[in-house]
Each structure stands twice: as C-alpha cells, then as structure tokens.
C-alpha cells in the first residue's frame, strides 16, 4: 500500500487534528513562500508531526486531570472541614468523575461544536427559576450544551485550558453564580448544537423561546 492510500482522509480526522493540520498549513506556506495544500499539510503531519502532537497533547490532558484532582480535593476539604489527601481526592475523582470527563472532553474534541457569547441581561441574574428552565430547555434538544463564564469555581472539564459546566446540571449552574453583566460561552455538540445554543440565547436575552420541534 503508498503512503498516500495510508493517509486519513479529512473526513476521518478529528476537529483537534484538524486544527493542529490547518496550523501547520500555514507554516509550511509561511516556510516555503507557497500555500501549501491541504493534501500536502496532512501527508507532512501525519509523517513528521504527528507523534510529537500526540505526546503534546496526553501532556496537556494530564495536566488538566490533575487541575481536575486538585480542584476536587479542595471541594472533599470544604465538604469535610479538614485537609484531605491528594491520593484520597485522586481515587476518588478517577473512581466517580472521570470516566464522565473523559467522555464529555473526548466527545467535544472528536464530533466538534458550534460556540456562541451571550451576556446576561437579567438584572437577578441566573438563579433558580431561569436555571431550571435553562436546564430543561436545553434537554429538548439532541446534544449536549456546556457553558464557560471567567473565573468559574466549579466545573465538569477542561477543555483547551478552559472549564465548563454541563447546563443541564442545575446545581452545577447554581454553583457560577451568574449576575447581570457576565458574559457566558456556551458550546454545544450534536445533532440540534446550533438550534439549541440559538434557544439558549433566546432565554437569556429575555425574548421568546419557541418549542423545539
């Protein structure tokens, strides 16, 4: 078999190997006084980058498993009112959470999602009536919708670097403590991402939601 019948076609790349191709696209170009196809950035990636990529990246998500543990043994400490161990804070979280994190964070990195920036326009801000309806209205929808506000405390998972809380978790958005004036980024994977995060917009700038058909 060539190399080139051995190449992963674009269809069978995932939106984070993508990005890293399109990245290294336009350095190829940049290097080479030429744009560089994309044919000729994957054939590259896939021989020369790749496995270095890879190693990169299991560096990143160990990191953020370990942001992970950390923030959860602070949370066991507050529940508890007394230090907890990391190694107890470790088999816990990876016995109770992480399979949920990994398939959350793997799902948003290989199916890829649609992302929108809403400011809160509610002067109560989002408390426990505007967040049950958040919850269920983004229930009526095939996907998963997530959302990130600056400097959130809790958290499901990482996502480049960046936390995000499931908003079909009431208690888990209760926890922002979101108020008039914060900008949210909600991202959304699936079927109906972007019908969902359109809804979503809806309901916080206090206009009319339609039902979901």
């Known amino acids: 078999m060539s190399v080139e019948e051995k190449l992963p076609s674009r269809e069978n790349l995932t939106p984070a190997e ?8 336009y350095y190829m170009s940049q290097k080479q006084g030429r744009e560089v196809s994309i044919e000729e950035a994957v054939e ?11 190693r990169d990246k299991m560096c990143r998500d160990t ?5 992970e543990i950390e923030q959860h043994k602070e949370k066991l400490a507050r529940e508890k009112g007394q230090p907890v161990s990391r190694n107890v804070a470790a088999e816990e979280w990876c016995t109770r959470y992480a399979p949920i994190w990994r398939r959350e964070r793997e799902s948003l990195e290989r199916n890829g999602f649609v992302s929108i920036t809403v400011v809160v326009h509610n002067e109560r801000g989002v408390h426990l009536r505007p967040t049950s309806d958040l919850a269920r209205l983004a229930s009526q929808f095939d996907c998963d919708v997530y959302v990130h506000k600056p400097n959130m405390p809790y958290y499901n998972f990482l996502l480049n670097g960046k ?18 004036g914060d900008t949210l980024e909600f991202i959304a994977t699936g079927r109906e991402a972007t019908k969902a995060l359109e809804a979503v917009k809806k309901m916080l700038l206090q206009e009319d939601v339609p039902a979901n058909a």
């Open 18 to 25: 993508l990005q890293a191709i399109e990245e290294h696209k």
């Open 44 to 54: 590259d990636f896939v021989r020369n980058i790749k496995a270095a990529w890879l």
């Open 63 to 67: 990191r953020e498993e370990l942001r």
């Open 163 to 180: 936390p995000y809380m499931n908003v079909k978790s009431i208690m888990g958005m209760l926890s922002l403590g979101i108020v008039i």
